[in-house]
């Protein structure tokens, strides 16, 4: 199965964390979310899943985890695989949101 793959990278960070993925999967269409210009989760999940194509296979790092989650509870039949990297299925703490 060679579906298209969707990284979704972590806070603050761009295509530049999956350049050795990108380029070992270049036999199939790649999107890398940009995840920096919305102020919440849902609201970049909706845009991604906006650029998106029909069925994809989807990879999460940290925050982007927290992403591909949102994405499997609205749009659950989009995605074939999933892969979610350093990530919490828990909403941050209380201590963590006011951590530096």
Not at 18 to 44: G, K, W
């Amino acid at each position: 199965m060679n579906d298209p793959i969707v990284f979704v990278p972590g806070l603050l960070c761009t295509e530049a964390l999956y350049a050795p993925q990108i380029a070992a999967f270049a036999d199939r269409p790649i999107l890398v979310a940009n995840t920096r210009e919305d102020d919440s989760i849902a609201a970049i999940a909706a845009r991604l899943l906006e650029e998106a194509p029909n069925r994809f296979s989807l990879i999460g790092l940290s925050m982007g985890g927290y992403v591909a989650m949102e994405i499997l509870r609205t749009a659950p039949g989009r995605v074939s695989r999933v892969a979610l990297l350093n990530t919490s299925a828990h909403a941050d703490s209380e201590d963590q949101k006011k951590a530096p």
